[in-house]
């Protein structure tokens, strides 16, 4: 059974950092990425990296402060995130797609989420 499970979320103060992880089991992902949902509004993209890491790409609140990347010996990718804001809070979920290409994917499995909570 394929599943993806996420982790390192928490409490941290405005300006901190926090690094989520999330390892992936089961079969071969292609694209993967990261999404958050705050509370009241709708789930956004945050992050995606490519199979092979050579492409990424980031939602604009985020540019300069976050970073994906991703580690296929250990099937996990990850999301450094910096110079935390409260704007951050929101539960993170791990997203991947079994399809090869790059643009317009079609996520086929989820995370459970993990919980980012920046107090100012």
């Known amino acids: 059974q394929a599943q993806l499970v996420e982790s390192g979320g928490g409490l941290v103060q405005a300006g901190g950092s926090l690094r989520l992880s999330c390892g992936a089991s089961g079969r071969t992902f292609y694209t993967m990425g990261w999404f958050r949902q705050a509370p009241g509004k709708e789930r956004e993209f945050v992050a995606k990296?490519?199979?092979?890491?050579?492409?990424?790409a980031y939602a604009d609140s985020v540019k300069g402060r976050f970073t994906i990347s991703r580690d296929n010996a250990r099937k996990t990718i990850y999301l450094q995130m910096n110079i935390l804001k409260s704007e951050d809070t929101a539960v993170y979920y791990c997203?991947?797609?079994?399809?090869?290409?790059?643009?317009?994917?079609?996520?086929?499995?989820w995370g459970q989420g993990t919980q980012v909570t920046v107090s100012s």
């Open positions: 990296i490519s199979r092979g890491a050579g492409s990424t």
């Open positions: 997203a991947a797609t079994t399809r090869a290409g790059w643009g317009n994917e079609k996520y086929d499995y």
